[in-house]
């Protein structure tokens, strides 16, 4: 097929079935990898492909590390006087952060990049680094990659600060492959971080940080569907349904998984005209470690996979962005539907070694990742308190969910060819760019042997 109909096309832009999911997930409340709540949320999902019109939904566990939160403080004493932080608003735990109560003191890194570390003896030291990566940089610098600098420095404990006024403190996953970190961590808003460092600029701070956090093991789901013909080439639209337990993850990813939801209710309409099985994955466990695309990557032919378009940080505006790892095939499906609709969908080329993707990309295959432009540098709401559905419109779901499908049709058809290379070419690249250097940091290297909770599975 090479357009979506025009009636099919008027109905997406009145449909309220992706929008009703985001409601329902958002009042889950907790979609942590592993919790009951991202449980139920798999299962809301499945109900939805079924709803849709979608065949063979299914639900497949696998283990996972998990983590529950308890309660943090990180206490200062500055001119004599202490301060306590502790309420939500100053600061929550990064997920992965083991438990524990460090005393040492406190050290502002900065941007905490790698050269900000070099030569660096933080023994003992409880470090602070910013979320913000400087727009000339080249490239992003993770969280966990700076909680590694931190520790390789000696650190006993970690402070990551947000740098977007009113967003309040950051969460995100500073875990391993198979367990938590080994320092205890948390996030705090721009405000405490602010404050913090003005302290840091009078003199010597001594700083008490105190983490209560839960490790153990646990199991996540993935949801998947297919439409289409029974072909054993097909095309995977991803997105991931957990999300972490501050905020309620409308965003990220109830926004994706939304998408998910409304592309295959529109592509249904047109299954027998599709040209290649399209497969809808909506993966678990994304936020601790992408573990739900690794566990399906690692349990399927790859031969067959045609190419995987992940859709993440998809809520910010209704301003598809393609970033395509450089497969023109994946670039110049969507330009085609930018000319079709007469809008702007933007492509980027660079590598990036984050979400869904990245398990299947990494091994060559083409990939690309849907987002939507934000404006802003940073996740903005993201990954904070203030990730809820107010945030969100109803026509960017519907525009981005008409263009994605528009996009994910023409690349089921067989004249659009999507090779796949050797991951050397993709090794290379991340070479080239210097992501390397925070991917080796982090443990994160693809090219080494991991751990997986499933690796006896394999």
Request: negative net charge; glycine residues 12%.
């Amino acid at each position: 097929m090479t357009e979506l109909p025009n009636d099919v096309v008027g109905d997406a832009y009145r449909s309220t079935t992706g929008w009703d999911l985001i409601a329902d997930l958002e009042d889950l409340d907790d979609r942590m990898p592993g919790h009951e709540g991202e449980l139920e949320g798999a299962e809301l999902v499945a109900e939805a492909f079924e709803a849709v019109g979608v065949d063979d939904v299914t639900l497949d566990p696998f283990p996972i590390p998990a983590w529950w939160r308890g309660d943090a403080s990180l206490s200062v004493t500055h001119d004599d006087r202490e301060t306590t932080f502790g309420r939500s608003h100053e600061l929550v735990e990064l997920p992965g952060t083991p438990a524990g109560e460090v005393s040492g003191e406190l050290v502002d890194m900065g941007h905490g990049l790698p050269e900000d570390f070099e030569g660096e003896d933080l023994s003992g030291d409880v470090v602070m680094a910013s979320s913000l990566t400087p727009d000339d940089y080249g490239r992003w610098v993770h969280r966990s990659e700076k909680y590694h600098y931190a520790i390789d420095a000696g650190a006993a404990g970690f402070v990551f600060y947000n740098h977007i006024e009113g967003a309040l403190p950051p969460t995100g996953n500073i875990g391993g492959v198979n367990g938590p970190g080994p320092i205890p961590a948390i996030g705090a808003s721009k405000e405490v971080g602010a404050r913090l460092q003005r302290y840091c600029a009078d003199g010597t701070v001594e700083a008490d940080l105190s983490v209560d956090a839960e490790v153990g093991r646990g199991t996540s789901h993935n949801v998947e569907a297919t439409v289409g013909p029974d072909t054993d080439e097909e095309v995977l639209f991803t997105a991931h349904v957990d999300g972490h337990d501050v905020g309620t993850a409308a965003n990220d990813n109830g926004f994706g998984t939304a998408m998910v939801v409304e592309v295959g209710k529109i592509l249904a309409q047109v299954a027998d005209e599709l040209e290649t099985k399209v497969r809808l994955v909506v993966f678990g466990a994304e936020e601790t470690g992408l573990y739900g695309s690794y566990y399906w990557s690692h349990t399927h032919d790859l031969d067959d996979v045609k190419c995987i378009l992940n859709v993440d940080g998809a809520g910010y505006s209704r301003n598809l962005e393609i970033h395509d790892h450089g497969f023109s095939g994946i670039a110049d499906a969507f330009e085609a539907v930018s000319e079709e609709y007469e809008v702007p969908v933007h492509t980027e080329s660079q590598v990036r070694p984050n979400s869904d993707h990245w398990p299947f990309v990494q091994r060559g295959v083409a990939g690309a990742q849907g987002r939507s432009s934000s404006g802003e540098s940073g996740r903005g709401w993201g990954h904070t308190h203030g990730d809820t559905m107010d945030k969100l419109d109803v026509r960017d779901l519907r525009d981005m969910s008409i263009l994605c499908a528009a996009g994910v049709a023409r690349l089921a058809r067989e004249d659009v060819a999507t090779p796949h290379v050797d991951e050397d070419e993709i090794r290379q690249a991340c070479l080239d760019d210097n992501f390397d250097v925070g991917l080796k940091a982090t443990g994160a290297w693809p090219w080494t042997e991991k751990d997986w909770p499933w690796k006896d599975e394999l």
